[in-house]
């Protein structure tokens, strides 16, 4: 789907959700985001091929940040477009270019302290290697800033927007005043391609995720796409903004609550699941993703000295600071 002229978004899903690559159009053709491994070969190439663009023509594709359904494709995609650049965000480049580090460092990094991880669930986990495809070296990486001309009248600004991962990148379109976030913003909850809730919000960092917002807030901006997300458009921007901080306003309240009502400390795992219920509505499978806030919340008000940790215990405990 063209939506602005030579901006187009390209659409499939992963799963339950929409999952939005975008192609930018000009000199240079740019990619934002490869999906997953066999996104390219089944959706990207072929919507190039119709728009009468060869592969071999792809001068960079971006990926926003390290996720199986958002690089996943970078092998795929390098061997029907050799040419292409790969690039990313300079503090996911590791994990992006590694999917043994992606696992061990993302998805199930909790699960020996906190029993609370992806590698839980035999099957989810399957589904995540196939989709996360083979190990591919990237090109080049970004640290926000820079600046990618698409033509003599467009040109492409890349922005840092940490919170979701360290080295998340967004893309600002000044002509058009659009940003493509990838996952960096997520309201009350990532959706379905129904509309309904699908996952929780999946910030790592309270603080990255506060600033980001902040930092959107603050920028001229007429229209979101996403990942995932359905298009947002102009007081609708604010209202998603507004939505986004809400939750992390909710979940804070939520997680503190807690520690109080458990004097003896309290568990990752407690954590989501006394919280979850009242932070939103997505199936109950799905409940353990709350993982990601959850944990950040604890180790926020344990880097302000409100709680700390229990030791000689099988899962860290947290409790409130005498």
């Known amino acids: 789907m063209e939506i602005f002229p030579n901006t187009?978004?390209?659409?499939?899903?992963?799963?339950?959700?929409?999952?939005?690559q975008y192609l930018f159009v000009g000199e240079k053709i740019v990619l934002l985001d490869t999906g997953a491994s066999y996104t390219p070969n089944e959706t990207i190439i072929p919507f190039l091929r119709q728009a009468g663009i060869e592969p071999s023509r792809l001068t960079m594709a971006i990926n926003t940040h390290a996720d199986a359904d958002h690089h996943g494709g970078n092998a795929s995609l390098k061997e029907a477009a050799g040419g292409v650049m790969l690039g990313c965000g300079e503090r996911d480049r590791a994990i992006i270019e590694d999917p043994d580090r992606l696992f061990a460092t993302?998805?199930?990094?909790?699960?020996?302290?906190?029993?609370?991880?992806?590698?839980?669930?035999?099957?989810?986990?399957?589904?995540?290697?196939?989709?996360?495809?083979l190990p591919q070296r990237i090109d080049?990486?970004?640290?926000?800033?820079?600046?990618?001309?698409?033509?003599?009248?467009r040109s492409l600004r890349i922005l840092h927007v940490p919170g979701h991962s360290d080295g998340h990148l967004a893309v600002y379109?000044?002509?058009?005043?659009?940003?493509?976030v990838g996952d960096a913003l997520h309201g009350r909850y990532c959706p379905a391609a129904g509309g309904e809730a699908s996952l929780p919000p999946a910030y790592y960092s309270v603080l990255a995720y506060l600033g980001t917002l902040q930092f959107l807030e603050a920028l001229d901006i007429e229209w979101i796409y996403s990942g995932h997300w359905p298009t947002f458009h102009a007081s609708q921007v604010s209202e998603f903004l507004v939505e986004s901080r809400r939750f992390v306003d909710s979940a804070a309240s939520l997680v503190w609550r807690a520690l109080e009502r458990h004097k003896e400390g309290v568990t990752l795992s407690l954590c989501i699941e006394e919280c979850g219920p009242a932070l939103g509505s997505w199936p109950a499978n799905n409940q353990w993703l709350l993982m990601y806030p959850m944990?950040?919340?604890?180790?926020?008000?344990?880097?302000?000295?409100?709680?700390?940790?229990?030791?000689?215990?099988?899962l860290v405990r947290w409790k409130l600071a005498a």
Not at 15 to 20: I, V
Not at 108 to 130: C, F, M
Not at 140 to 153: N, P, V
Not at 297 to 303: A, D
Request: hydrophobic residues 40%; glycine residues 12%; proline residues 2%.
């Open 295 to 314: 944990h950040g919340h604890l180790l926020y008000l344990e880097q302000q000295g409100l709680i700390t940790r229990a030791s000689g215990e099988k």
């Open 140 to 153: 080049l990486t970004f640290c926000g800033g820079e600046h990618i001309a698409i033509d003599e009248k």
């Open 173 to 180: 379109d000044p002509v058009n005043r659009a940003v493509f």
């Open 106 to 133: 993302r998805y199930d990094q909790w699960i020996l302290d906190h029993g609370v991880g992806l590698g839980l669930n035999p099957e989810a986990t399957a589904w995540v290697r196939k989709m996360v495809g």
């Open 8 to 20: 187009y978004q390209i659409r499939s899903l992963v799963g339950d959700r929409n999952l939005f």
